[in-house]
């Protein structure tokens, strides 16, 4: 006998339920139920967790006291809340019991013709009064889902929760108290559901960003073993002619990789959230969306990061790596420093000073642009070591102060090379009475007083020890 394992039944974001076996603390895997995002102009086709684009027809949302919309169908609706009663009269000879602008329900949810299954039913969630005994019906008509269930306008306010407002609003889409299906496309809503698909969609998006960058890392790192694999037959002796083609064709698309990686990065940082509120007058323009779409678009920023951290090496291919991963992560930063998210930002501060200390091609190249890395990487650690935001926990400080000594470590093994390299290669290494090391060029005997860089102590002319 065989035990039908238990369902999950997590409701999803998009509104389904997680059809799954349980599966504890894990998350969910990505839902390929039909999508649910719809609206009169089209339906669409693609498994739910894909991202599908905004809809740019004119809205059709029409209310007799407000008119039509003057926006385009994805963005949110210019009118207000619609309170009166529908106008219209129902075939039995009495006033529809809906909102204005809501379709007319059949007969049977008349209130004087209603079925007695209809009468028994409990409309207020608040109050539990069955429909029969609503008195107020001018007041609060009832709204008919489209599970076939109808409850007060006032009931589904709560579930809405309107009072908190656009900005507020519940990423999660509200469900009918009797069957659990998800509420859409109802007149009175549709500013609040717009907006929710809206932060639905820039999640979709997002996930499928972090699902590019991945094959696109394992694709690197492919083409890094066929990169290394032709350079280890060159020392050895059996570089040919074939041989040096492969490198040729691995190193230009591995530096592709890396292009195709920051044009995920340019999408990630220009999400539909953010395309359709550039898209709407400057009067309509959501001012709290840009920062809303913070908290999405961050981890993607962070993900991209990490995955570009294992290619910045002492050895590498190209140095588009480094430049992606400063990029994103400074992205990141001014977003986290935007949104107030402490931990995000000690995160992406403390993986841009792994970066750093792993990248030593600029240097090579041009040593201010390394002094200004160091103290960009530098300014970061302080950051991290001086938080006081509850976000910045030990562990992080901890690094940080690691990552700082190793900075300092590796600044002085830089100086020193630059000290042999350059045109007075001779001379001393002295120590102020603090341990910080200092370079006296020539013989090594300092003429001169001067002030330690590191911590203002007096060193030079009988400071200072060898």
């Excluded at 998009?14 to 999508?35: I, N, V």
């Excluded at 090379?417 to 045109?423: D, E, Q, Y």
Aim: positive net charge; aromatic residues 8%; glycine residues 6%.
């Amino acid at each position: 006998m065989s035990l039908t394992p238990l369902l999950c039944y997590n409701l999803l974001l998009c509104g389904h339920f997680c059809p799954q076996p349980s599966h504890s603390s894990r998350p969910c895997p990505p839902c390929l139920l039909p999508c649910l995002q719809s609206c009169p102009h089209r339906t669409c086709r693609n498994p739910c967790s894909s991202p599908c684009p905004p809809c740019y027809y004119p809205c059709s949302s029409h209310c007799l006291h407000f008119g039509p919309c003057p926006f385009f169908c994805a963005a949110p609706c210019a009118a207000s809340f619609c309170n009166s009663r529908c106008q219209q009269i129902l075939p039995c000879g009495h006033r529809c019991p809906s909102l204005c602008g809501h379709p007319c329900p059949p007969v049977e949810y008349c209130q004087t013709c209603a079925l007695p299954k209809h009468q028994n039913t409990i409309v207020d969630i608040t109050t539990l009064v069955p429909y029969g005994a609503h008195e107020f019906l001018d007041q609060n008509p009832i709204l008919l889902l489209q599970c076939s269930h109808f409850f007060t306008v006032t009931s589904i306010d709560g579930l809405f929760q309107v009072s908190r407002g656009l900005e507020h609003s519940n990423i999660y889409p509200p469900s009918c108290p009797t069957c659990r299906q998800p509420i859409r496309d109802l007149p009175r809503y549709l500013p609040l559901q717009k907006v929710n698909d809206l932060r639905l969609l820039e999640r979709k998006h997002q996930l499928d960003m972090m699902h590019k960058c991945t094959e696109l890392v394992k694709k690197a790192e492919e083409l890094e073993a066929i990169f290394k694999g032709s350079l280890m037959c060159g020392v050895v002796g059996l570089f040919c002619r074939k041989q040096r083609a492969v490198v040729v064709r691995a190193r230009a698309a591995y530096s592709r990789t890396f292009l195709d990686l920051r044009a995920i990065f340019n999408k990630a940082t220009s999400g539909p959230m953010i395309t359709v509120n550039n898209s709407l007058p400057s009067v309509a323009k959501l001012t709290w969306a840009e920062q809303r779409t913070h908290v999405y678009r961050t981890p993607t920023l962070l993900h991209i990061a990490r995955s570009c951290l294992p290619f910045v090496r002492e050895v590498s291919i190209t140095d588009l790596a480094y430049s992606l991963m400063r990029d994103v992560l400074l992205e990141a930063i001014r977003l986290t420093d935007e949104d107030s998210s402490y931990r995000s930002g000690a995160v992406a501060r403390l993986l841009l000073v792994g970066g750093f200390l792993h990248e030593t091609r600029p240097v090579g190249r041009n040593w201010v642009y390394w002094w200004e890395a160091e103290a960009e990487a530098l300014q970061c650690c302080d950051w991290v070591i001086n938080a006081t935001s509850a976000g910045v926990v030990g562990y992080l400080k901890s690094e940080a102060r690691r990552l700082k000594g190793a900075i300092d470590k590796r600044e002085r093994m830089h100086v020193q090379v630059a000290a042999t390299r350059g045109p007075q290669a001779n001379g001393v290494w002295h120590r102020c009475f603090r341990g910080h090391q200092y370079l006296v060029s020539g013989c090594g005997n300092a003429t001169e007083a001067g002030l330690c860089l590191e911590c203002g102590l007096r060193i030079g002319r009988r400071f200072g020890r060898r």
